[in-house]
């Protein structure tokens, strides 16, 4: 496998990482421990890479369904934080 095998998930991978960043500021902002938080986000990243590593070998044939749903869902976590944040949800 190269690089060229996750071409298809290159969106997912930018907006991801943008939407950790901004659940990771909701943590900061509700006054969680920024240790327990990075040691969570830690986690969280190496399970992403694991899962991204060898599920491509399976998901690239449904790369675009995949891109698809995984945009959708980052379009909606970012609308719902945004909504916390101007404190309407």
Not at 50 to 56: A, C, K, R, S, V
Request: aromatic share 8%; with cysteine; glycine share 14%.
């Amino acid at each position: 496998m190269n690089l060229k095998d996750y071409a298809p998930f290159t969106g997912l991978l930018i907006f991801g990482n943008i939407e950790n960043l901004i659940l990771a500021s909701q943590g900061a902002v509700a006054g969680v421990d920024p240790f327990i938080l990075g040691g969570l986000s830690l986690i969280a990243v190496i399970i992403w890479l694991l899962i991204g590593t060898y599920g491509t070998k399976v998901a690239i044939q449904y790369a675009d369904y995949i891109e698809i749903i995984g945009g959708v869902a980052i379009i909606l976590l970012g609308m719902q934080s945004m909504l916390e944040a101007c404190g309407i949800i």
